[in-house]
C-alpha cells in the first residue's frame, strides 16, 4: 500500500465553516477512496506530538493552538500516486498561490487557516496514518 496512501485532516476552520461535506465530495470526485475518517478534537499533546517536527519553528505554537481549537476530520486517503495527486487537489499553503479549482483556493483562509493538511511524502503519509488510525479502524 506505500506510494497508495495519504493522510488529510479538514482543520478547525473548514470544520466551522461548514465545507466537511464539499471537500469530501472534492476529494472522492477525484478519484481517492476513503479507507478510515473520524471526527474528533486534538488534544495539545496530540497536536505537539504530531506536529513535533516544527517544535523550534516560530509558527509552532500557533499551530499546536490552532489545531486544539476545534474539531477534525482525519482520513486515510487511497489512490495510486496519492501523495502527489493530493498534494495537486489541495494546492498551495498558501491560498493566495493556490490554483483555480484547487480545495486550498475554495475554502481556506489564509496560510495559517488553510482547510485541509496533506502528507508530504509516502513515509510521512504511513507514519501520520499510524498516529491516527489502528489497524483495525481501515478499510
Known amino acids: 500500500m506505500a506510494g497508495n496512501i495519504t493522510l488529510t485532516m479538514i482543520k478547525p476552520d473548514a470544520v466551522q465553516?461548514?465545507?466537511?461535506?464539499?471537500?469530501?465530495?472534492?476529494?472522492?470526485d477525484?478519484?481517492?477512496?476513503?479507507?478510515?475518517?473520524?471526527?474528533?478534537?486534538?488534544?495539545t499533546e496530540q497536536a505537539q506530538q504530531f506536529y513535533a517536527v516544527h517544535k523550534e519553528r516560530p509558527f509552532y505554537n500557533?499551530?499546536?493552538?490552532?489545531?486544539?481549537?476545534?474539531?477534525?476530520?482525519?482520513?486515510?486517503?487511497?489512490?495510486?500516486?496519492?501523495?502527489?495527486d493530493f498534494r495537486k487537489l489541495i494546492g498551495a499553503t498558501n491560498p493566495a498561490e493556490a490554483e483555480?479549482?484547487?480545495?486550498?483556493?475554495?475554502?481556506?483562509?489564509n496560510i495559517e487557516r488553510n482547510a485541509?493538511?496533506?502528507?508530504?511524502?509516502d513515509d510521512n503519509a504511513q507514519i501520520e496514518a499510524s498516529?491516527?488510525?489502528?489497524?483495525?479502524?481501515?478499510?
Open 17 to 28: 465553516k461548514g465545507v466537511i461535506g464539499n471537500i469530501l465530495q472534492m476529494i472522492t
Open 30 to 43: 477525484a478519484g481517492f477512496q476513503i479507507r478510515a475518517m473520524k471526527y474528533y478534537q486534538m488534544t
Open 62 to 84: 500557533d499551530l499546536v493552538s490552532f489545531m486544539t481549537s476545534g474539531p477534525i476530520v482525519a482520513a486515510i486517503l487511497e489512490k495510486e500516486n496519492a501523495v502527489s
Open 100 to 109: 483555480e479549482g484547487t480545495i486550498r483556493k475554495k475554502f481556506a483562509e
Open 116 to 121: 485541509v493538511h496533506g502528507s508530504d511524502s
Open 131 to 139: 498516529f491516527h488510525f489502528s489497524q483495525l479502524e481501515r478499510f
